[in-house]
């Protein structure tokens, strides 16, 4: 179907946003049946507009969806817009209006007590933020003179202070983690964005008129210029080696199988259990922390020196080490737990039986034709593509909900399957295998000297043991 | 869609003519600047990002126009960015040769390709230029001015004239006048567009700095004569700006001892935050015909600010293409 035939399509938030937007377009006589509702579906016809399509993502991939002309219209968080616009500010994004719907505000947090002026005079200033372009654009302009930043997958908040200065995240979430807020970076906001050359050739009348219609927010929000500060370089402390033996241990998925891996081994955290858990467990050892981190953020910081040990999975490693192969992490322990294969997954209507064979379809009427990879591991897309030969090709991150995006807004996916039985719900299949991935043990690829090394070689060993034994 | 070719935006390639042409400008100046002591350096097309994000370096403006990215161990989170300046590159490298027990006074130059986002036009500029490091500020000038004019006249160009200007002079006329001086810079650019309402603003905000104001940023000096003026008008109410007004008399002097025209206005760089002294550009031609062939200026703090030793510094550079049109 070509662009002009197609139908308008419409780029709509779930998650904390469903219900305000939800709310607002049927209010304006948009409405589609289950959205509202939370219906797991992830494509809609809007009733009584003929030609209109709406489909759901997570928020911060919309404006990526607008930006890429895969869709004409969204409505999505300003920071998430700002984070695109900030950085690719000619792109084809176009900010239509501001909706009376509360997005969050990103804050810059540190501990309570700290200030912007004392850590960027002293040296180094380590910021963790799941908003890179951002934060970049708000240090710029506070005039930092020498940061880095720790791009994190969610929960920047839970960073500072042992493993960053710093914290750009929302206001409520630095709140809840008990951090100090230093100032504010982006004021939040919801907009309704248009695709600039989809705005320019086709006719989105029949959803621009409702959605035009949506009340109009009274401030815009947007990023926050802040006052530069006026300190100059300065010359980083030598920090102190740490003494106390760190291990970081995953939330969401992998909490449960953790928790059973551990208590396999006769590990217990209190506080640390298969369904709650608190940011620091205890470990019954004063000389042992336990935190609670995603385990998509564990290998950058177990690279770091954060921590001694870390649970985490094969896949999230092994994406980490596709973007960086030098980084200093490495598996040392396969829990065996969690088992899934990750590969490539194209539509199983596709009459081919290998990916060369796929591309060669992709590509029989047009040599040039740029195939779309999508996948929350972007990095393990970019490397299949580049070692399938794939040629021009596109990757397009998502931030986790991955349905419905073959074979409508990409040509292959990048994902994990345990039984094949969703893929094959989905009418999916995978074609090619890139690896198995368990739950495992991961450390810095140097050992620790001392009582840490030490410790590391007996938790190794005792994990290591009761995943064996449990085979 | 016009068809560009399978090159990136921005990107150009050079053909057996074209670099043909290009060794040729590129042989004629180091020809010059190595007969004047001026030796070549080459530095990494990749540079730590944090070179340029200081303040005093490139302004926020210029930042968001430069290609930064995680390199392959940039896990610890320390962006890389290719070259977006050559004068803070060859200041880092004076900066780490002087660590390293080198001279602390140098004469380098270089031909290196810098890296800018632009909408339209060239991404990768190839510029030509000299820095001169450890030199004080009256000959350091001088040294330079009479250098760029006696390159360019070797190129055959003698129909040029000098922009000058002094960043410490706009500064103290702002700073008198009560700018922050977070808004210093943004005025600077303002005022280079043309936009006298920046001026007009502050002056009448600044009753007692308006005339200051209004001969600095309205009226276009020709002569030595200009910059009396300017002392006359401004030494009572800016006493910061006698050492800028000593400089930019001293540069005028050796411009008219080359025997080149000059016109002394109150900005001349846009978005490089290390120009701390007299700042200069060589036109061509008038009006919308104008053209930039060369622009520098002294840049005394910028090696510190990268967390080198302190040094004095001056320096200039060019579009080595720009210069190849004009060339004889």
Redesign the interface.
């Known amino acids: 179907m070509s662009a002009s035939t197609r139908p308008v399509r419409v780029a709509v938030p779930r998650g904390d946003l469903r219900t305000p937007v939800g709310e607002r377009l049927a209010a304006a006589g948009f409405r589609a049946q289950g959205y509202l509702e939370g219906s797991r579906t992830y494509r809609f016809d809007v009733d009584g507009i003929e030609g209109v399509q709406l489909r759901v993502f997570s928020d911060q991939d919309i404006p990526i969806q607008v930006a890429l002309g895969q869709y004409d219209l969204g409505i999505a968080s300003g920071t998430w817009i700002d984070e695109l616009l900030v950085r690719y ?2 792109d084809s994004v176009v900010p239509l209006r501001p909706l009376d719907i509360e997005g969050e505000t990103l804050v810059i947090a540190g501990a309570p007590g700290a200030s912007l002026a004392g850590l960027a005079g002293a040296g180094v200033v ?2 963790a933020t799941q908003y890179p372009q951002i934060a ?2 708000y ?3 506070q ?9 994190v997958w969610a929960q920047a908040e839970a960073w500072p202070p042992r493993d960053a200065e710093l914290a750009i995240a929302s206001a409520a979430a630095v709140a809840k983690e008990g951090l100090g807020v230093l100032g504010t970076v982006h004021r939040g906001g919801v907009w309704l964005i248009a695709n600039r050359e989809a705005l320019a050739t086709r006719d989105l009348s029949a959803a621009l008129r409702p959605l035009l219609s949506l009340a109009r927010a009274t401030a815009e929000g947007g990023l926050v210029d802040p ?4 300190v ?2 300065g010359t980083s402390q030598v920090v102190p080696a740490r003494e106390r033996f760190r291990i970081a241990v995953p939330d969401g998925h992998a909490q449960r199988h953790t928790v059973a891996a551990l208590a396999d081994a006769g590990i217990a955290f209190p506080g640390y259990e298969a369904a709650s858990s608190v940011r620091y467990p205890e470990s019954g050892d004063p000389e042992v922390e336990v935190k609670v981190m995603r385990p998509q953020d564990m290998p ?1 910081a177990v ?2 020196g954060h921590f001694d040990l870390a649970i985490s999975g094969r896949d999230w490693l092994r994406a ?1 080490l596709a ?5 200093p992490v490495t598996e040392l322990c396969d829990l065996k737990r969690s088992k899934y294969q990750m590969g490539a997954v194209i539509s199983d209507d596709l009459p081919v039986e290998s990916i060369e064979e796929a591309i060669a379809l992709w590509r029989r009427d047009d040599p040039e034709f740029p195939i779309r990879v999508a996948s929350e591991y972007a990095s393990l897309a970019d490397e299949y593509a580049r070692t399938r030969h794939l040629g021009r090709y596109r990757v397009i991150p998502i931030s986790g909900a991955s349905e419905g995006f073959v074979p409508e807004d990409a040509e292959i996916l990048i994902e994990g399957t345990e039984t094949g039985t969703t893929l094959r719900a989905n009418r999916l299949r995978m074609i090619d295998v890139i690896m198995e991935s368990t739950n495992c043990v991961i450390g810095h690829a140097v050992a620790p000297d001392g009582a840490r090394g030490a410790r590391r070689a007996e938790y190794v060993e005792r994990l290591r043991a009761a995943a064996e034994a449990a085979v | 869609m016009p068809d560009r070719g399978l090159h990136s935006p921005g990107m150009r390639d050079f053909g057996p003519e074209e670099m043909r042409r290009f060794r040729g400008i590129e042989r004629r100046f180091l020809d010059a600047v190595e007969g004047a002591g001026y030796l070549e350096i080459r530095t990494p097309t990749i540079e730590p990002l ?1 070179l340029f ?3 005093g370096t490139l302004s ?1 403006q210029a ?2 126009r430069v290609y ?1 990215f ?1 390199d ?8 890389v960015v290719l070259r977006p300046d050559a004068t803070v590159a060859a200041a880092r490298w004076y900066a780490d040769a002087v660590r390293a027990g080198g001279a602390s006074t140098a004469r380098v130059a270089y031909v290196a390709p810098v890296y800018r986002f632009a ?1 339209d036009g060239d991404r990768e500029v190839w510029q030509c230029g000299v820095e001169l490091f450890g030199s004080a500020t009256a000959e350091g000038d001088a040294e330079l001015l009479t250098l760029a004019s006696t390159f360019l006249r070797g190129l055959g160009v003698s129909d040029f004239t000098v922009d000058l200007a002094h960043a410490g002079l706009v500064r103290a006329a702002f700073a008198a006048a009560g700018l ?3 808004q210093q810079v943004e005025a600077y650019d303002l005022m280079l567009e043309g936009d006298s309402g920046v001026t007009e603003r502050l002056a009448q905000a600044h009753p007692d700095q308006a005339a200051s104001l209004r001969l600095l940023a309205g009226v276009d000096g020709a002569s030595a004569g200009y910059i009396q003026n300017l002392r006359a008008a401004m030494l009572a109410t800016v006493p910061a700006a006698a050492g800028p007004l000593d400089d930019l008399a001293r540069a005028a002097a050796a411009l008219d001892g080359a025997g080149v025209s000059y016109r002394v206005l109150a900005a001349t760089a846009r978005n490089f935050e290390y120009y701390s002294g007299v700042t200069f550009r060589f036109r061509q031609g008038a009006g919308t015909e104008a053209r930039t062939l060369l622009g520098g200026g002294r840049y005394d703090g910028l090696t510190q ?3 080198g030793a302190a040094a004095p510094a001056c320096g200039w550079g060019a579009d080595l293409l720009r210069l190849a049109k004009v060339a004889s």
């Open positions: 500010r000619h380590r910021v970049h654009h240090l710029t302009r005039r930092v003179p020498d940061y880095r930043l720790y791009e006052t530069p500060l006026a100059t370089r950058r690279a770091l980490f973007t960086f192969p030098a980084a | 944090h994000t200081a303040a926020p930042l968001e930064s995680l392959w161990d940039g896990w610890s989170g320390e962006r909408v922050p001086a977070a600010t990268l967390g």
